[in-house]
């Protein structure tokens, strides 16, 4: 079988990781045998557009399409305004390609450690998913700006919840909860000051809860509170569920709890599997590292080990389990990057996790 | 001198830790023998409200007015939505009261622990004031339902920022900074997402940030990633200003990763003294343990401490720096409530306290 992967590198360090991650999906694909990739490349990037004033073709829509996954580095550079490269890229992909829900898994994988006291020594302690609503709330990119250069300059940004768009999500969050040992959920909101949206998305929470009563086991936290108990209580949370600009917040914050955000992965889905879905990396193009060959690759291959197992629906989580031993195992061993507290780089990571790949 | 203080204990722990706080302002009072506080007690609650129907009377902002400042427990309570709640007392109080600065410092304090390993044994590389926009932004209340109780439901959230209510508060964030040991401040955004009004916030941030050129340190962080720097490098960081929903969230964070949310203060502050401020703990009204008499009133007093310094303006500053010597030193010597890994109830912190402050 023959995956297409549509490979944007982006920019930065998104170039490097994303060179790493054909390098093991190629390997997966040698060891295995039975499937293939076929990566077709996508030159969009903030350089790009500095030199031809795009991101995307007109066609980016029917391009990405002929693809049965998206793989993606990273976008932001100093020199375009972020709003611009973002507005641009990653969140038309994400709008357009109906990717409405993003998964974060985080836990405290080997080779890395919690600057939390309580989680040294017991891993599985830190082990939950953020599934983040990826398409609307915050994110939605209304508002506007009036009397922009005056001093009685007001801007606004509307964030719109739709019951369809909440209902959707929390089906997703309870049926991942449902599929974890721990069945349980969070559902995070700020519907004591939010008072209009965030009041829908409580509501839309507690009617899709019945459906679960007694099979998942869930609570609801205010997004203030909830950093606080993934700080004091981390074994206390498995899935959580939260808008998309809360979610944000939370995965980065988990991440860092975990102890890097280098290797965090995530997915944007389209569960409808109308369209392609993406695959990255959850941090961003650092520039200040960027063209040195240091980055950390393994959110990047956390990121592809998600993509495997989602275009391989089920049929290849062996191969993805294999690739997350493989990072485990060289990790643990010590070949890792500067983040991680290792003195190896890009290639000696990427070199080390082929080899391994080949033995578990 | 006397300073009038109307008092609102609100719901739940904030009965307890207001009547605490009382006993100490009087006994710091008649230590120190040239001022006094006459308490205005307003029983305005949720408790209040389910007997009579309203939390605060149609004269609420003349009643407040004649005092020197407000001293506010907690607001909210299980049988009234929080949404309610909020915006029938403390919300409108925060905003009828112009007090459009929240300062939430954060440090670990004697008797504390920081939850992070590398914090332990260095208190003062956790030392932070959070500047917390307390206006407008995403606590506007703009926003509505429409099609509420249909399928295609559909809700907004409308934040609100304008150029005077921005520059104003990084005007304060700055001379905050200034103001401080390390002159050094830090900006947080969401700007490459939310385009609009984040983008206004960056723009008048750099307009007056050319005002503090070469006299305060300062840089700009996207609040993802700042959850990341203040868990990996806590002590690069020292003011910190952010949108009111950002603020929230890190303001949390920031208590949690100092060691207890039950000993963080913040102050309302009506910068321009027309109206008269608000102190209050950040911790909310903790229907689990409420009646129980094992809050921990240390948040209260480091309030209370924060409203000693603002009634003074400058002239009892001495008074407030004593009452935090007097709490780290019994709280150091371990008479702390659970929360803080002690087994003392609120009535035994208080009694240690106020004899404390006779000492030092
Ligand atoms: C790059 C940015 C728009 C993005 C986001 O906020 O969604 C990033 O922070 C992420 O978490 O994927
Ligand atoms: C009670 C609630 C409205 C409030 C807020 O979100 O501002 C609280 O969390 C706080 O931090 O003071």
């Known amino acids: 079988q023959l995956f297409k992967i549509a490979a944007i590198p982006g920019d930065g360090i998104g170039v490097e990781i994303t060179d790493a991650t054909i390098q093991v999906l190629n390997k997966l694909a040698s060891v295995e045998g039975s499937f293939a990739f076929e990566f077709n490349n996508f030159d969009w990037s ?32 100093p020199n375009v305004p972020d709003h611009i490269s973002l507005w641009s890229m990653i969140l038309p992909i994400r709008n357009e390609m109906n ?6 898994p985080t836990r405290i994988i080997q080779g890395t450690q919690s600057p939390l006291s309580q989680c040294q020594t017991k891993p599985r302690d830190l082990d939950w998913v953020v599934i983040r609503e990826n398409s609307e709330g915050e994110y939605a990119g209304q508002g506007g700006t009036t009397h922009g250069h005056s001093d009685h300059a007001i801007a606004t940004e509307v964030a719109i919840f739709t019951k369809v768009g909440i209902e959707r999500i929390m089906r997703f ?19 004591n000051a939010q008072r209009h949206g965030m009041v829908l998305w409580d ?60 290797i965090a992965p995530s997915s944007n889905l389209d569960p409808t599997r109308e369209n392609p879905s993406m695959f990255e990396p959850i941090h961003g193009s650092a520039p200040d590292i960027a063209g040195k060959g240091v980055a950390n690759p393994v959110g990047a291959f956390w990121s592809a080990a998600e993509m495997v197992r989602w275009v391989g629906k089920g049929r290849l989580d062996h191969i993805a389990d294999g690739l997350m031993t493989a990072i485990e195992n060289v990790c643990g061993a010590g070949t890792k990057t500067r ?22």
């Open 339 to 360: 983040d991680m507290a290792g003195t190896a780089n890009t290639k000696q990571v990427t070199d080390a996790i082929c080899s391994e790949v080949e033995k578990v």
């Open 99 to 104: 990717q409405y829900v993003n998964v974060r």
């Open 173 to 191: 969050a309870f049926e991942t909860a449902k599929s974890r040992p721990r069945r349980k959920l969070t559902m995070v909101t700020k519907s």
């Open 46 to 77: 903030s350089k790009a557009y500095l030199e031809r004033g795009w991101y995307m073709p007109d066609d980016w829509q029917d391009q990405l399409r002929e693809n049965d996954a998206i793989y993606f580095g990273a976008v932001g550079w």
């Open 203 to 262: 509501k839309v929470f507690h009617q899709v809860a019945k459906e679960y009563d007694g099979v998942v086991d869930y609570d609801k936290m205010l997004v203030d509170a909830m950093t606080v108990r993934m700080v004091n209580r981390p074994e206390t949370l498995d899935t959580i569920v939260a808008t998309n600009l809360h979610a944000d917040i939370l995965s980065d914050l988990a991440a860092a709890l975990a102890g890097s955000i280098g």
